[in-house]
């Protein structure tokens, strides 16, 4: 939510090390934060690493933490994997349970109350496709609170770009650019509003001071609660 360019924008590649006799393969992010940073989902090991630092440092922190992530990967290792999506599975949209339906032969993806009909073309990957599908149907919606927040601001409408970052929900760079996550679309329409309004407010102060608070105040009364229920929801997305 800084005014960091988002992890998904930064350079990313696979490497491979040996930790404690094990080849852990990890997923290194390069980007303007200040510290070096692990984490260990269902994806693997990700690190994070400001752009000037040396790949030595960088596998010399993994071999102090070689323990610690050994021990997150065969926990999450350890979890069942999620069933597999077909006709009718259901995840958040919106908060609420969208059913997905599959029917063979269908031309086009139409959605209709509680249900999203998602016609994949022969010899297609079905998330891939979901995705695409989410991705427009969210860009709309954001485009929309975007400019309905905006306006309660007194600010021009910025440009959106949607990112897929798990965790980091939004950004706002210096050239007044806002990134939105299209991962907010299974969230509630409140908490998406919450994050608007947080990039929104970057747009008068690129900091977290204190007046910067103020202004997401001015808009968002209840961003204490929505701050820290964002942080659970991102827990318990789903795994597309
Ligand atoms: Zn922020």
């Known amino acids: 939510m800084a005014s960091r360019p ?3 924008g930064a350079a990313e590649g696979e490497r491979r090390i040996e930790l404690l006799g094990q080849t852990v393969i990890y997923r290194l992010c390069r980007s303007r934060r200040r510290t070096i940073g692990l984490q260990v989902d269902q994806r693997g090991l990700r690190v994070g690493a400001p752009a000037g630092v040396a790949q030595q440092e960088i596998e010399a922190l993994l071999q102090r933490h070689g323990a610690w992530v050994l021990d997150k990967l065969a926990r999450w290792q350890a979890r069942p994997a999620p069933p597999p999506l077909q006709d009718g599975s259901s995840f958040p949209w919106l ?3 969208l059913r997905l339906r599959l029917l063979p032969g269908l031309a086009r993806s139409r959605w209709s109350a509680g249900e999203l009909y998602l016609a994949v073309p022969p ?4 998330e891939p496709v979901l995705r695409r599908v989410l991705q427009q149907r969210v860009r709309g919606l954001l485009l929309e609170r975007l ?5 309660r601001l007194g600010v021009a409408t910025p440009p959106l770009f949607l990112s897929s970052a798990r965790s980091r929900w939004g950004s706002c760079n210096s050239r007044g650019e ?3 996550s299209w991962r907010l679309g ?10 608007v309004v947080h990039e929104l407010a970057h747009l008068k102060e690129m900091n977290h001071s204190p007046r910067f608070w103020a ?3 001015g808009l968002y009364p209840d961003w204490r609660q929505a701050r820290s229920e964002l942080k659970r929801q991102a827990l318990h997305l789903p795994p597309l």
């Open 95 to 97: 908060g609420q349970p």
């Open 6 to 8: 988002d992890l998904d």
């Open 147 to 151: 400019e309905i927040h905006a306006a």
């Open 123 to 126: 010899g297609r990957e079905l």
């Open 215 to 217: 202004v997401v105040e």
């Open 178 to 180: 806002v990134r939105l």
């Open 186 to 195: 299974h969230l509630p329409l409140n908490l998406i509003d919450y994050v």
